[in-house]
């Protein structure tokens, strides 16, 4: 973590939950830290983003039941498991379903190939539905045996984020 006020916010955060849990969450804030991630607070969440293109990647916090939640952008990703395809899946199944802005009025706040931009997923009918890749999905029941597959994807978004979101700047 870069200040005092991020490592204060990440550890208050942390010191709340049980330490199994807290050891699988620290290992993933690390590995964003290493990626270029901060810490900020975003109301009753933390979310981790980019100085380079600004743009969140992980959002972490508790959810309306006081569990916490670890939720992943990784749109842009591509041959995850069947566990992610799953949390597509559960993202684009609600009753509540709309198609994403982007494609319903042609809004094109995002950069880079729309196929890349937006979670997809193929019904068993052969309708193919989208999520805004924008958003960071819940992965209930995150465990250590999440860590690899979390760690790759986190990865390959950001090399995408960087691709298409970054204006230009300068890298470390």
């Given at each position: 973590m870069r200040t005092e006020k991020?490592?204060?916010?990440?550890?208050?955060?942390?010191?709340?939950?049980?330490?199994?849990?807290?050891a699988v969450y620290r290992e993933?804030?690390?590995?964003?830290?290493?990626?270029?991630y901060g810490p900020k607070k975003q109301r009753s969440?933390?979310?981790?983003?980019?100085?380079?293109?600004?743009k969140?990647?992980?959002?972490?916090?508790?959810?309306?039941?006081?569990?916490?939640?670890?939720?992943?952008?990784?749109?842009a990703c591509r041959g995850?498991?069947?566990?992610?395809r799953e949390i597509v899946r559960h993202a684009v199944s609600g009753e509540n379903y709309k198609e994403p802005g982007c494609m319903a009025k042609g809004e094109d706040f995002c950069k880079g190939p729309i196929g890349q931009r937006l979670y997809t997923y193929e019904l068993p009918s052969g309708e193919t539905r989208y999520h805004c890749g924008a958003k960071a999905l819940a992965i209930p029941g995150l465990g250590a045996e999440d860590v690899p597959e979390i760690k790759r994807l986190m990865e390959e978004e950001h090399r995408?984020?960087?691709e298409?979101?970054?204006k230009g700047e300068e890298t470390p």
């Open positions: 991020q490592r204060e916010l990440v550890e208050g955060f942390l010191s709340a939950i049980e330490p199994e849990q807290g993933l804030i690390r590995h964003l830290s290493g990626l270029g969440a933390i979310v981790f983003i980019c100085p380079w293109h600004k969140q990647i992980v959002k972490m916090g508790r959810d309306r039941k006081g569990q916490p939640f670890f939720a992943l952008r990784f749109s995850y498991s069947e566990r992610f995408f984020l960087m298409y979101e970054a």
